[in-house]
């Protein structure tokens, strides 16, 4: 008999609650990112043009990511709120046919990835020097891209039941044996062939190889979250159109930030190899410094999803006000933390002097603004959360057409190089600004709602 699906995240403190979800989440989340800052560092000893190389391939790993994230959102969306309502076997259907969705997805856009390499990092401003390396590391990557996806939408339904520290361990477990695997392949070390990029990517394959197999396991078996996967066409079709109408606005939304570093980085090319390597620099340390607004944001949607769900309406007020605070005083923290010791951090990755210039000065401006992106994120995950994915997409989209792309190319003819940085910067203040005013007005328009039903109408989810 399948176990039962309870709501827990619609009683308690609303600070606590999130506070406890998004402790586990900080440490998984930080263990997955040290993927990237291994791999870079253990590049970085390689040269300079290998280094480069890796810095290209951000982007378009960040892309690929963003459609399993935008791909968990939806999934997380849709079974928090089926939890909320109390629709169990609901629940289980759509996380069922969330996975198949998520290969057939993760499986089509890394065949295309893999086949169009050259023309794509051409496109991003590599140098022909450079394609035989970022071939040697992506054509892995690319095949290792899927077992990455998939166990991402099992978490994100792990999640949906307020279950984030499994993911938490998982993560953790995964990012400590890709670090030891690393210097093995890439280095040749105890007999293992020396790989060098290709070691690094054929490292990340092996891990999320074997994180797959460990996540689906648990939510098979351990947790009991699956069904069985046949089903009529009729049904299939009614999960992944749930799934979708969050997941697809939640793509577009999670691909618009690494599209906004891909514009970034053809940007920054135009200043040289050692520029795009500072760059890259940065924003390998960047996403560890953001750890803990991406795991507020991972546990935000599940939170509103369930409150929405069940009707809970002034909880999710209370969290508006708990998160705007949070993020505001914690990036004011960050932003003095990086802007003295942002350039030693980045010596770690480098000795070369321009290209620790760039990296320093990003380090230096860039952070300032990161209370407000991190108020852009936990709004476009609560919009997801509660099964409205458009103000999401309204905001990363309007972030990077309307308000970053004109400031970035004024800041470039003003000051250079450093006037994109601090276009970013300005950016992300503004978008921070208009996103929580859209999620506190929201919010106060379905408390009003709420108000004017009847006691019976209340209990009962609006759509």
């Known amino acids: 008999m399948s176990r039962p699906l309870t709501a827990t995240l619609t009683e308690g403190p609303v600070a606590g609650q999130l506070r406890t979800l998004a402790i586990p989440m900080v440490w998984g989340l930080l263990a997955t990112m040290s993927f990237n800052v291994v791999d870079t560092f253990y590049v970085a000893q390689l040269g300079n043009q290998p280094l480069a190389a890796m810095s290209f391939t951000f982007p378009i790993v960040m892309i690929i990511t963003s459609l399993g994230i935008g791909l968990g959102a939806g999934s997380s969306s849709a079974i928090s709120r089926a939890i909320g309502e109390g629709d169990a076997s609901y629940a289980r259907r759509l996380a069922t046919d969330a996975i198949s969705l998520t290969f057939l997805v993760s499986a089509s856009m890394c065949l295309l990835g893999w086949l169009l390499m050259d023309p794509l990092f051409s496109l991003l401003g ?16 690319f095949i290792s891209a899927p077992f990455l996806m998939v166990p991402m939408v099992c978490l994100s339904a792990l999640r949906a039941l307020g279950m984030s520290h499994i993911q938490g361990y998982l993560m953790s477990a995964a990012a400590l044996f890709n670090a030891a695997l690393d210097p093995l392949l890439i280095f040749g070390l105890w007999g293992f062939p020396a790989l060098e990029l290709q070691g690094a990517a054929l490292a990340t394959l092996i891990t999320r190889l074997l994180t797959f197999l460990v996540a689906f396991y648990i939510l098979a078996v351990r947790v009991r979250l699956l069904t069985y996967p ?3 066409w009729q049904a299939l079709m009614r999960s992944w159109k749930t799934i979708v109408h969050v997941g697809v606005p939640a793509m577009a939304t999670n691909v618009i930030v690494p599209l906004a570093s891909a514009v970034v980085t053809v940007m920054v090319a135009r200043y ?3 520029a795009v390597a500072g760059l890259g620099v940065a924003m390998r340390i960047e996403p560890l410094m953001l750890i803990v607004f991406y795991a507020l944001s991972g546990v935000i949607g599940p939170f509103f999803g369930q409150n929405f769900g069940a009707g809970q309406h002034h909880r999710l007020n209370e969290a508006v006000k708990v998160l705007s605070l949070f993020c505001l005083g914690f990036g004011l923290l960050l932003a003095v933390f990086l802007w003295l010791f942002g350039g030693l951090l980045a010596s770690l990755f480098s000795e070369h002097e321009e290209v620790l210039r760039v990296a320093a000065f990003y380090l230096a401006v860039v952070p300032f603004s990161y209370g407000a992106y991190g108020i852009v994120m936990s709004v476009n995950a609560a919009f997801n959360g509660l099964g409205r994915p458009m103000p999401a997409m309204a905001l990363s989209a309007g972030r990077v057409a ?3 792309l004109p400031l970035a190319l004024l800041g470039q003819w003003i000051w250079g190089l450093e006037g994109i940085f601090m276009a970013t910067a300005l950016a992300n203040c503004l978008v921070g600004l208009w996103a929580w005013e859209w999620l506190r007005r929201y919010v106060q328009q379905v408390r009003a709602g709420e108000r004017a039903m009847t006691p019976v109408e209340a209990g009962h989810d609006p759509h």
């Open 126 to 141: 590599a140098t022909p020097d450079l394609l035989p390396l970022i071939r040697d590391y992506m054509s892995i990557w």
């Open 230 to 232: 046949w089903v009529a």
């Open 272 to 274: 040289g190899t050692d």
């Open 402 to 404: 309307y308000v970053f």
